[in-house]
T-cell receptor, first 113, second 114 residues
Framework: DTAVSQTPKYLVTQMGNDKSIKCEQN?????MYWYKQDSKKFLKIMFS???????INETVPNRFSPKSPDKAHLNLHINSLELGDSAVYFC????????????FGPGTRLTVL | AQSVTQPDIHITVSEGASLELRCNYS??????LFWYVQSPGQGLQLLLKYFSGDTLVQGIKGFEAEFKRSQSSFNLRKPSVHWSDAAEYFC????????????FGAGTRLFVKA
Protein backbone atom coordinates (compact mmCIF):
# COMPACT_ATOMS: atom_id res chain seq x y z
CA ASP A 1 0.00 0.00 0.00
CA THR A 2 1.31 3.42 -0.92
CA ALA A 3 1.65 5.61 2.16
CA VAL A 4 1.86 9.04 0.54
CA SER A 5 0.88 9.31 -3.09
CA GLN A 6 0.98 12.23 -5.49
CA THR A 7 -0.50 12.80 -8.90
CA PRO A 8 0.69 13.44 -11.46
CA LYS A 9 4.30 12.27 -11.32
CA TYR A 10 5.27 14.47 -14.25
CA LEU A 11 3.66 17.69 -15.40
CA VAL A 12 4.78 19.62 -18.46
CA THR A 13 2.92 22.79 -19.28
CA GLN A 14 3.19 26.20 -20.90
CA MET A 15 3.81 29.49 -19.11
CA GLY A 16 0.62 31.16 -17.99
CA ASN A 17 -1.35 27.96 -17.53
CA ASP A 18 -3.02 26.87 -14.29
CA LYS A 19 -2.33 23.41 -12.89
CA SER A 20 -3.01 21.32 -9.80
CA ILE A 21 -1.11 18.61 -7.95
CA LYS A 22 -2.90 16.22 -5.64
CA CYS A 23 -1.62 14.39 -2.58
CA GLU A 24 -3.16 11.67 -0.46
CA GLN A 25 -1.87 9.84 2.61
CA ASN A 26 -3.27 6.69 4.17
CA UNK A 27 -1.16 6.76 7.33
CA UNK A 28 -3.74 8.40 9.54
CA UNK A 29 -1.50 11.45 10.02
CA UNK A 30 -2.92 14.80 11.05
CA UNK A 31 -0.36 17.05 9.36
CA MET A 32 0.54 17.46 5.70
CA TYR A 33 3.12 19.56 3.88
CA TRP A 34 4.15 20.86 0.49
CA TYR A 35 7.85 21.27 -0.28
CA LYS A 36 9.59 22.62 -3.35
CA GLN A 37 12.93 21.12 -4.37
CA ASP A 38 14.96 23.11 -6.83
CA SER A 39 17.56 21.88 -9.30
CA LYS A 40 20.26 22.04 -6.61
CA LYS A 41 18.21 19.71 -4.41
CA PHE A 42 17.46 22.44 -1.88
CA LEU A 43 14.26 21.58 -0.06
CA LYS A 44 12.01 24.45 0.92
CA ILE A 45 8.80 24.24 2.95
CA MET A 46 5.88 25.99 1.31
CA PHE A 47 2.77 25.11 3.28
CA SER A 48 1.59 22.89 6.07
CA UNK A 49 -1.86 21.89 7.29
CA UNK A 50 -2.70 20.39 10.65
CA UNK A 51 -6.18 18.93 10.93
CA UNK A 52 -7.18 20.84 7.79
CA UNK A 53 -5.97 24.17 9.18
CA UNK A 54 -3.16 26.10 7.53
CA UNK A 55 -0.31 26.38 10.03
CA ILE A 56 2.72 27.13 7.88
CA ASN A 57 2.58 29.56 5.00
CA GLU A 58 6.06 30.51 3.93
CA THR A 59 6.94 33.33 1.58
CA VAL A 60 5.35 31.87 -1.49
CA PRO A 61 3.75 33.82 -4.35
CA ASN A 62 0.00 33.98 -3.94
CA ARG A 63 -0.30 32.19 -7.29
CA PHE A 64 0.17 29.08 -5.16
CA SER A 65 -2.92 28.04 -3.23
CA PRO A 66 -3.11 24.92 -1.10
CA LYS A 67 -6.35 23.22 -0.14
CA SER A 68 -6.96 20.48 2.36
CA PRO A 69 -10.44 19.00 1.94
CA ASP A 70 -9.77 16.53 4.76
CA LYS A 71 -6.87 15.28 6.87
CA ALA A 72 -5.85 12.70 4.27
CA HIS A 73 -5.67 15.05 1.29
CA LEU A 74 -3.68 18.13 0.41
CA ASN A 75 -3.78 19.72 -3.00
CA LEU A 76 -1.72 22.47 -4.55
CA HIS A 77 -3.09 24.73 -7.22
CA ILE A 78 -0.77 27.01 -9.18
CA ASN A 79 -2.07 29.88 -11.27
CA SER A 80 -0.29 31.64 -14.11
CA LEU A 81 2.69 29.32 -14.14
CA GLU A 82 6.13 30.86 -14.62
CA LEU A 83 9.44 29.39 -15.75
CA GLY A 84 10.79 29.66 -12.20
CA ASP A 85 8.08 27.35 -10.93
CA SER A 86 9.83 24.44 -12.60
CA ALA A 87 10.91 22.14 -9.78
CA VAL A 88 10.01 18.93 -8.02
CA TYR A 89 7.16 19.34 -5.56
CA PHE A 90 6.96 16.94 -2.65
CA CYS A 91 4.05 16.22 -0.42
CA UNK A 92 4.73 14.85 3.06
CA UNK A 93 2.76 13.91 6.11
CA UNK A 94 3.45 13.47 9.80
CA UNK A 95 1.74 12.86 13.09
CA UNK A 96 1.92 15.77 15.49
CA UNK A 97 2.60 13.41 18.38
CA UNK A 98 5.61 11.87 16.63
CA UNK A 99 8.00 14.82 16.60
CA UNK A 100 7.33 15.69 12.97
CA UNK A 101 8.89 12.53 11.59
CA UNK A 102 7.84 12.94 7.98
CA UNK A 103 6.80 10.55 5.26
CA PHE A 104 7.30 11.82 1.74
CA GLY A 105 5.50 11.19 -1.50
CA PRO A 106 7.41 10.33 -4.69
CA GLY A 107 7.31 13.91 -5.95
CA THR A 108 5.81 15.70 -8.93
CA ARG A 109 8.27 17.05 -11.47
CA LEU A 110 6.82 20.24 -12.90
CA THR A 111 8.35 21.64 -16.07
CA VAL A 112 7.14 25.00 -17.32
CA LEU A 113 8.02 25.78 -20.94
CA ALA B 1 19.12 32.37 13.25
CA GLN B 2 18.19 28.72 13.31
CA SER B 3 20.10 26.76 10.70
CA VAL B 4 21.31 23.36 9.65
CA THR B 5 24.67 23.02 7.94
CA GLN B 6 25.92 20.13 5.89
CA PRO B 7 29.44 21.25 5.01
CA ASP B 8 30.03 18.73 2.24
CA ILE B 9 28.11 19.26 -0.99
CA HIS B 10 29.28 15.91 -2.28
CA ILE B 11 31.44 13.02 -1.11
CA THR B 12 32.91 10.10 -3.02
CA VAL B 13 33.80 6.87 -1.29
CA SER B 14 34.86 3.46 -2.53
CA GLU B 15 32.50 0.57 -2.12
CA GLY B 16 33.26 -1.18 1.16
CA ALA B 17 34.85 1.90 2.70
CA SER B 18 33.47 3.66 5.74
CA LEU B 19 31.38 6.82 5.49
CA GLU B 20 30.76 9.84 7.65
CA LEU B 21 28.45 12.68 6.63
CA ARG B 22 28.58 15.80 8.74
CA CYS B 23 25.70 17.85 10.09
CA ASN B 24 25.77 20.84 12.42
CA TYR B 25 22.82 22.79 13.71
CA SER B 26 22.35 26.13 15.32
CA UNK B 27 19.58 26.24 17.91
CA UNK B 28 19.21 27.43 21.48
CA UNK B 29 18.24 24.01 22.75
CA UNK B 30 18.65 20.49 21.46
CA UNK B 31 16.15 19.99 18.68
CA UNK B 32 14.79 16.74 17.36
CA LEU B 33 17.25 15.47 14.76
CA PHE B 34 16.74 13.41 11.61
CA TRP B 35 18.59 12.03 8.64
CA TYR B 36 16.70 11.38 5.40
CA VAL B 37 17.93 9.76 2.19
CA GLN B 38 16.74 10.55 -1.32
CA SER B 39 17.56 8.09 -4.07
CA PRO B 40 17.51 9.44 -7.63
CA GLY B 41 13.97 10.16 -8.79
CA GLN B 42 12.48 9.27 -5.41
CA GLY B 43 11.03 11.02 -2.41
CA LEU B 44 12.85 11.31 0.91
CA GLN B 45 12.97 8.34 3.26
CA LEU B 46 13.73 8.54 6.97
CA LEU B 47 17.01 6.83 7.90
CA LEU B 48 17.06 7.55 11.62
CA LYS B 49 16.07 10.02 14.30
CA TYR B 50 17.13 11.33 17.69
CA PHE B 51 14.76 12.71 20.28
CA SER B 52 16.52 12.03 23.59
CA GLY B 53 18.42 9.36 25.50
CA ASP B 54 21.25 7.34 24.03
CA THR B 55 23.28 9.64 21.80
CA LEU B 56 24.17 6.88 19.35
CA VAL B 57 21.13 5.94 17.30
CA GLN B 58 20.74 3.11 14.83
CA GLY B 59 18.77 3.40 11.64
CA ILE B 60 17.82 1.45 8.59
CA LYS B 61 20.23 0.11 5.97
CA GLY B 62 23.08 -0.19 8.47
CA PHE B 63 23.35 3.56 9.19
CA GLU B 64 23.96 5.10 12.58
CA ALA B 65 24.33 8.65 13.84
CA GLU B 66 25.84 10.19 16.92
CA PHE B 67 24.50 13.27 18.63
CA LYS B 68 27.19 15.43 20.23
CA ARG B 69 25.69 18.27 22.23
CA SER B 70 29.03 20.02 22.79
CA GLN B 71 29.59 20.24 19.05
CA SER B 72 25.95 20.73 18.01
CA SER B 73 26.50 17.89 15.59
CA PHE B 74 24.60 14.87 14.40
CA ASN B 75 26.93 13.04 12.01
CA LEU B 76 25.80 10.05 9.98
CA ARG B 77 28.02 7.00 9.66
CA LYS B 78 28.15 3.66 7.95
CA PRO B 79 31.02 1.20 8.39
CA SER B 80 30.90 -0.27 4.89
CA VAL B 81 29.24 1.49 1.98
CA HIS B 82 27.38 -0.38 -0.75
CA TRP B 83 26.90 0.88 -4.29
CA SER B 84 23.17 1.19 -3.59
CA ASP B 85 23.90 3.84 -0.94
CA ALA B 86 24.63 6.38 -3.66
CA ALA B 87 22.02 9.06 -3.04
CA GLU B 88 21.39 12.50 -1.58
CA TYR B 89 21.41 12.69 2.22
CA PHE B 90 19.60 15.37 4.19
CA CYS B 91 20.03 16.28 7.82
CA UNK B 92 16.96 17.88 9.37
CA UNK B 93 15.96 19.42 12.68
CA UNK B 94 12.69 20.24 14.39
CA UNK B 95 12.73 22.63 17.35
CA UNK B 96 11.56 20.80 20.46
CA UNK B 97 9.58 23.81 21.58
CA UNK B 98 6.62 22.73 19.53
CA UNK B 99 5.54 23.67 16.05
CA UNK B 100 5.59 21.84 12.80
CA UNK B 101 8.43 23.33 10.85
CA UNK B 102 11.31 21.08 9.83
CA UNK B 103 14.52 22.75 8.76
CA PHE B 104 16.48 20.77 6.19
CA GLY B 105 20.15 21.05 5.42
CA ALA B 106 21.24 21.61 1.84
CA GLY B 107 22.05 17.95 1.39
CA THR B 108 25.18 15.91 0.69
CA ARG B 109 25.40 13.90 -2.51
CA LEU B 110 27.13 10.56 -1.99
CA PHE B 111 28.92 8.93 -4.90
CA VAL B 112 30.15 5.35 -4.55
CA LYS B 113 32.93 4.09 -6.78
CA ALA B 114 33.62 0.46 -7.51
Amino acid sequence: DTAVSQTPKYLVTQMGNDKSIKCEQNLGHDTMYWYKQDSKKFLKIMFSYNNKELIINETVPNRFSPKSPDKAHLNLHINSLELGDSAVYFCASSSSDRYNEQFFGPGTRLTVL
Amino acid sequence: AQSVTQPDIHITVSEGASLELRCNYSYGATPYLFWYVQSPGQGLQLLLKYFSGDTLVQGIKGFEAEFKRSQSSFNLRKPSVHWSDAAEYFCAVVPNTGGFKTIFGAGTRLFVKA
